[in-house]
């Protein structure tokens, strides 16, 4: 089956610092990437869908510049958590596809983010 | 707006037994698919099983299976023999319409006694 990877799987950073995540296709082209956010013991949130080469798409109440998305090639797409605050402490999951239009999601292994 | 009910937090049962567990949804689209994940304590999100809404046919896939009520908007799981590696949280979700993202329910998590 199709693997999504993520780096890293745990971060700790201090109040004021940025981060970032990345979220990579292994052994396919994904033309869509989807950014979850995961609160303990909730079910997942969309934060924003990303499509190689054009803006991300974000969800209402996701603040764009405070969670910066690249979708810069078909296999990666990246969320940067900037000015991080103890609040934006998190499971962040990342999900690909073939396209926007396919039902079948891709689930990478989530990063916990910590920050201090 | 789609939505997805999952309505029990949590469920438990023995082990080898069958346990079937109750999501809901609402649409007004008539294309659209729906899905099972779980959720280990990984925290890696496993597809378990989906299906199409235009089948009729429900969905299995091994000791999972589904019972798909199109016209009460129900999609329930079930889980044969269950194992102890079965414990997780599971979550229904809908894709459909114009709409390409995941609804998501809330969750059951399942407990496997030993």
Known sequence: ?116 | AQTVTQSQPEMSVQEAETVTLSCTYDTSESDYYLFWYKQPPSRQMILVIRQEAYKQQNATENRFSVNFQKAAKSFSLKISDSQLGDAAMYFCAYQGGSNYQLIWGAGTKLIIKP
């Open chain 1, 1 to 116: 089956g199709a693997v999504v990877s993520q780096h890293p799987s745990r971060v700790i950073c201090k109040s004021g610092t940025s981060v970032k995540i990345e979220c990579r296709s292994l052994d396919f082209q994904a033309t869509t990437m989807f950014w979850y956010r995961q609160f303990p013991k909730q079910s997942l949130m969309l934060m924003a869908t990303s499509n190689e080469g054009s803006k991300a798409t974000y969800e209402q109440g996701v603040e764009k510049d405070k969670f910066l998305i690249n979708h810069a090639s078909l296999t990666l797409s990246t969320l940067t958590v900037t000015s991080a605050h103890p609040e934006d402490s998190s499971f962040y999951i990342c999900s690909a596809s073939l396209s926007a239009r396919t039902y079948e999601q891709y689930f990478g292994p989530g990063t916990r983010l910590t920050v201090t």
